[in-house]
């Protein structure tokens, strides 16, 4: 009787551990869901752009500044976008 009541606790213990792997991939889940992708990243500065050109108030400072953080989603955007050749695929490796 008395490993039975071992063996229940055993298990109920077992149930609230994760492992390594599934630790990893809610991690992943997780970061993804906080981080945006690139494409959602670039739309939402079009949209900021056009939003910022429109404002009685808007400078060429913040034009600017703005600018360039669409132009780097643009960038990262377009190297998602262009395809890889098989053997600058493998050079990284």
Not at 52 to 64: A, H, V
């Amino acid at each position: 009787m008395r490993s039975f009541k071992y063996e229940v606790v055993a298990s109920v213990t077992n149930i609230h551990e994760k492992s390594d792997e599934e630790e990893k991939f809610y991690e992943d889940e997780i970061l993804e869901a906080l981080c945006p992708s690139r494409e959602i990243a670039f739309q939402c500065l079009e949209v900021t752009l056009r939003w910022l050109k429109r404002q009685e108030d808007c400078d060429s400072n913040r034009m600017s500044c703005l600018k360039s953080v669409y132009d780097l989603a643009a960038n990262k955007r377009g190297t998602v976008l262009k395809q890889t050749s098989i053997t600058d695929f493998f050079k990284d490796m």
